[in-house]
């Protein structure tokens, strides 16, 4: 059976259902006849006759009222059932994808700094190598201050770059 021809049958019965759900109710809400042919001087004749079917009908519409209430309250505690079901499994999802992801690509972010700061740190080694000889020379020098300002810029990078490292490799190794 195809879906257009299963929807079709499936919306013919629901609204079959809903017809005879909506008949049902409005019989049980009704007043009794019967009690107001009785005032009328007991007449036998065809609304007579309807009364008494309908009267004797009305416990099989209670009957009918009270399965369908059983069974809307049986969907409503179904539904919060899967409400919390989906909360559930939306926590452990998280547990399961987004911790590990976020994980990573903190490590990863982490990584990158470091070769961020590495990048820096050997632009500064440069520096200090082509500066090396100036390390005797007068200290009010102009190259003795760029190899101070080089050695600094190399300690300062390097630390930031073996830090970002290690950090990485901790947050890696954490679950």
Not at 31 to 36: R, W
Not at 71 to 100: C, D, H, I, M, N
Not at 116 to 144: C, M, P
Request: aromatic share 10%; with cysteine.
């Amino acid at each position: 059976m195809d879906r257009v021809r299963f929807g079709r049958a499936l919306g013919f019965g629901a609204r079959q259902a809903v017809k005879t759900l909506v008949t049902a109710v409005d019989a049980a809400t009704t007043e009794n006849p019967s009690g107001k042919s009785a005032d009328r001087g007991g007449s036998t004749g065809p609304e007579a006759r309807t009364a008494e079917r309908t009267a004797s009908e009305a416990p099989a519409a209670q009957t009918l009222v009270a399965k369908a209430a059983h069974k809307a309250a049986q969907s409503v505690v179904q539904s919060r059932e899967v409400r919390t079901a989906l909360k559930r499994g939306k926590k452990r999802f998280g547990e399961a994808a987004w911790e590990p992801f976020a994980r990573l690509s903190g490590v990863l972010w982490l990584e990158f700094a470091g070769v961020f700061f590495g990048i820096f740190a050997l632009f500064a080694a440069g520096a200090v190598w082509k500066l090396r000889t100036q390390w005797h020379a007068a200290a009010n020098s102009d190259e003795h201050r760029q190899l101070v300002g080089a050695l600094a810029m190399l300690a300062i990078f390097g630390y930031f770059c073996v830090s970002s490292f290690v950090r990485a490799r901790k947050r890696e190794r954490r679950r």
